[in-house]
């Protein structure tokens, strides 16, 4: 890494007020993906300072060649250079005459130095500043401080950053032809970017190439050959995938740990899967686009603002939030807070707060199956009314409008029905369901009233999504985890962060059971679009949601692999179309996520012989009749038959083991 404080060069005690030293500049701290790829930059300026003997010799040399070719000549000032301009501008064509030890004297002392002044007087103080710089440094040093100070657009500072975000690849790595394009960016970063004008930069690359020939740094036939190569920068700003909101997350987890990340040169590892993230992004554009595209549409359409451009726009438009989290470490591996971080830099997922609707049920079911009600148990799917303490009535009803009558417990959770959720609430008590959701993971309050129990109290989306944790984990929920370690600038180790392991929430029998009636969900339930997504080889459970006015969408779902959940609304809740629900809008957001995550993964399939869920000890499991909620016979049809699952104890009696019985076997011989 570059540093400033150079040997054998004398530092006078007071370098800030000395506009010939070359002092530290802000560094850069680097967030890097679960796999060591670029994912994101925090500080001041993004910069990463590095040795030019690190550097390839022509890159270096590019520089040279087009910004100053007499460098190893002058003291500091071009006499030659400037005699030449005085000419060109006699005669009308402008030109400076301004050396590398001058721009580096100016770019890096600008309070002392100011290169928008015009002035002879600025002139001759930075001339006076650039030859006694040269006195007390030698020109491979002054050559450094220069690489690693320039602006090449976008905030990027110094060769290095440079490389990765043009290219992505360290400048170490650079080819003759990328180190001549980052040489042609110095006269002008904005009219010579490679990200809005190739053409114009490969044109004045190939300027670059041929003053290196000409001044002898390569020979034409390299000169050649590096021409006629294509321009072609890396996509994402050198990121392997876009992840703003994520690193803003850990930007502010390092700060409140005391690790100031903001100050530059730390190195921050974390939880994030690139292919899994850049998944996340796709999905959600794409499936928001096409809501948007549909012609009876009533609400504002977003609009990618153009590149480089910071948007003024209002987030009036359709918004989304997707995160998905490993489910026995609890690592993030993907998080995306917005449809466009340039719009708007809110992070959903972590700062909204938003009604769960049904995503909640799956909670209230757990505690009813922890309560000994069976899946099977048949509730009346009906008109219901609930006396509030207020004076008021409640009357809850389901999002299709009709009652089913007599159902089973399972089935009421895969086609979502509100009026038997209502019930549960209040046979199992709202606080005792509170106290269960706190114990998953949730930290906000649940409301001590009916419609809490089908998600009318807020909640955190990121909150939410972990507490699907508890199901995979057999009862036991992880906390959320960002960043595994963070390094400083010496490669020391200043943070890590293990995984954490909240107290079990439910017994492993009873989850195993929930999350099989929430398989149902997906398989014929409220999400059965998922399985337009994923074949029928990968295990899902999940559960929708859809708030009562249709102003917020989920799913929240699993595979053995996964936690992951979805939601889209507005930032200011408005009904998002008629009958628009979790399983229509948010679940192929899901399902398209965690297709192309398994796509690229296909060594986890190829991995398993079998399904993966299998039931503990202590679960029970018959056959029964969908429709009636009894032991399937021999006139069950089959379309109706099921394979049912209890916690011992539960069981009907036909399933029990009779101890006695094993008398009737003989005699037991010891």
Avoid: C
Wanted: aromatic residues 8%.
């Amino acid at each position: 890494m570059f540093t400033p404080v150079l040997a054998g060069a004398q530092q006078p005690s007071n370098v800030d007020s000395v506009p010939w030293t070359i002092v530290p500049m802000p560094q850069a701290s680097l967030v890097l993906a679960r796999d060591g790829s670029l994912i994101g930059e925090i500080g001041k300026e993004i910069r990463t300072s590095v040795s030019i003997k690190s550097l390839p010799r022509y890159l270096a040399q590019a520089f040279v060649a087009v910004e100053d070719h007499r460098f190893y000549q002058h003291d500091g000032v071009d006499v030659v250079g400037i005699a030449g301009a005085l000419k060109d501008n006699i005669f009308g064509e402008r030109r400076g005459a301004s050396t590398i030890t001058q721009q580096l004297v100016g770019n890096m002392h600008p309070t002392l130095i100011d290169r928008t002044d015009m002035s002879l007087g600025r002139k001759l103080s930075e001339q006076a500043a650039a030859r006694e710089m040269e006195k007390h440094y030698t020109k491979e040093q002054i050559l450094e401080g220069y690489l690693n100070q320039i602006s090449f657009g976008h905030g990027w500072y110094g060769v290095e950053s440079a490389a990765r975000h043009y290219f992505g690849k360290s400048a170490s790595r650079l080819t003759l032809a990328e180190a001549a394009a980052l040489a042609a960016m110095p006269k002008g970063p904005a009219l010579y970017d490679p990200l809005k004008y190739p053409d114009r930069v490969r044109q004045r690359r190939n300027v670059v190439l041929a003053l290196m020939a000409d001044q002898g740094f390569i020979t034409g036939e390299q000169a050649k050959n590096a021409q006629a190569s294509r321009l072609t920068t890396s996509p994402n700003g050198g990121y392997s995938a876009y992840s703003p909101w994520f690193v803003d997350v850990v930007r502010v987890q390092a700060t409140r740990a005391g690790i100031p990340v903001t100050q530059g040169g730390y190195r921050i590892y974390t939880s994030l899967d690139p292919v899994l993230q850049n998944a996340a992004t796709s999905a959600l554009a794409e499936e928001t686009a096409a809501l948007e595209s549909q012609p009876d549409y009533a609400h504002p359409r977003y609009a990618p603002s153009k590149p480089g451009a910071r948007s003024t726009r209002t987030t009036d438009y359709l918004q989304g939030m997707v995160v998905a989290m490993d489910p026995t470490s609890g690592d993030v591996k993907a998080l995306v807070g917005g449809r466009d971080y340039s719009d708007s830099q809110f992070d959903r997922a972590v700062d909204g707060m938003r009604q769960p609707g049904s995503s909640f049920k799956p909670i209230v079911y757990a505690l009813a199956i922890s309560d000994s009600i069976t899946p099977n148990t048949i509730f009346v799917d009906t008109a219901l009314t609930i006396d509030l303490p207020n004076g008021t009535v409640y009357s809850p009803e389901n999002s299709d409008g009709q009652y089913l009558g007599p159902i089973t417990l399972r089935e009421a959770l895969a086609k979502s029905r509100n009026v038997v959720a209502v019930q549960l609430g209040e046979k199992l008590g709202m606080d005792s369901i509170s106290s269960l959701a706190h114990r998953m993971g949730l930290s906000s309050k649940i409301a001590p009233v009916p419609s809490s129990a089908i998600g009318a109290s807020v909640v955190q989306p990121l909150d939410l999504v972990a507490t699907y944790t508890t199901f995979a984990n057999l009862g036991t929920p992880v906390e959320p985890r960002f960043i595994y370690r963070i390094e400083d600038r010496n490669r020391k180790v200043v943070l890590t962060r293990e995984v954490t392991a909240l107290a079990p929430a439910l017994d492993p029998r009873v989850t195993y059971v929930v999350r099989d009636m929430m398989r149902d969900v997906v398989e014929r339930g409220t999400a059965s679009s998922i399985r337009r997504y994923l074949p029928a080889s990968i295990p899902v459970a999940g559960k929708t949601g859809t708030t009562n006015d249709n102003s917020d969408v989920w799913f929240v779902g699993l595979t053995p692999d996964l936690v992951a959940g979805v939601w889209l609304g507005f930032d200011k809740p408005t009904p998002i179309a008629p009958g628009a629900a979790g399983g229509s809008l948010a679940a192929p957001v899901w399902g398209k996520m965690v297709a192309r995550y398994y796509a690229s993964r296909p060594e986890i399939l190829t991995s398993r012989s079998s399904d993966p869920w299998v039931p503990p000890t202590g679960v029970i499991s018959g056959d029964v009749d969908r429709a009636t909620g009894e032991l399937a016979t021999d006139q069950t049809p089959a379309d109706r038959r099921y394979t049912e699952y209890f916690v011992e104890g539960t069981e009907p009696a036909p399933l029990r083991a009779d101890p006695w019985k094993v008398f009737g076997w003989g005699p037991i011989i010891f």
